[in-house]
T-cell receptor
């Protein structure tokens, strides 16, 4: 059974610091992995999607990498800002359980201090 | 504006009452999902639909029902059989495999 884990559950950093968020999954049979941002009381916003054949994706100050064989992904945030404060979730789309299902991690709550 | 609209934003109900949460999309996406989010837990899949007039149970379907009569709409009914219905409910859509998952802004349901 596919399981997705995000450690740590919470993280506080000073503004301007570069940081890395971690996501691990137990089964490498995936179509893709997505990173999302969730602000309090809101829905999720898709940040980056990495297909299983890709190693990384970049968008602005965000860079996500995927190492399928080791079951790991990282989200790198450069020069963090207070506006980056949110919960970040990762999700995988397994190939074994049906084309359209996603399995989510529990998220890392990030606070960037001004 | 293209997007997903969930309504209402907040919903309060008494125990024993059924309640229906609305999810409407104008993205022309085939697949739609309902997730439940509880504090400290990840999103858990309730139901999903890959095409009109077809839907499948997710991991926690007991006490919930859905319909998919139109491509744009995927309402979720929380029945009195759901033992712990108070939660944040999220609707999502996607155009297909290897495409981003888009979310609405959620409905917070409180049952007392």
């Amino acid at each position: 059974k596919q399981e997705v884990t995000q450690i740590p559950a919470a993280l506080s950093v000073p503004e301007g610091e570069n940081l890395v968020l971690n996501c691990s999954f137990t089964d490498s049979a995936i179509y893709n992995l997505q990173w999302f941002r969730q602000d309090p009381g809101k829905g999720l916003t898709s940040l980056l999607l990495i297909q299983s054949s890709q190693r990384e994706q970049t968008s602005g100050r965000l860079n996500a990498s995927l190492d399928k064989s080791s079951g790991r992904s990282t989200l790198y945030i450069a020069a963090s800002q207070p506006g980056d404060s949110a919960t970040y979730l990762c999700a995988v789309q397994p190939t074994r359980t049906g084309t359209y299902k996603y399995i989510f991690g529990t998220g890392t709550r990030l606070k960037v201090l001004a | 504006d293209g997007g997903i609209t969930q309504s209402p934003k907040y919903l309060f109900r008494k125990e024993g009452q059924n309640v229906t949460l609305s999810c409407e999309q104008n993205l022309n996406h085939d697949a739609m999902y309902w997730y439940r989010q509880d504090p400290g837990q990840g999103l858990r899949l309730i139901y999903y639909s890959q095409i009109v007039n077809d839907f499948q149970k997710g991991d926690i379907a007991e006490g919930y029902s859905v319909s998919r009569e139109k491509k744009e709409s995927f309402p979720l009914t929380v029945t009195s059989a759901q033992k712990n219905p108070t939660a944040f409910y999220l609707c999502a859509t996607t155009i297909g495999v290897n495409s981003p998952l888009h979310f609405g802004n959620g409905t917070r349901l409180t049952v007392t």
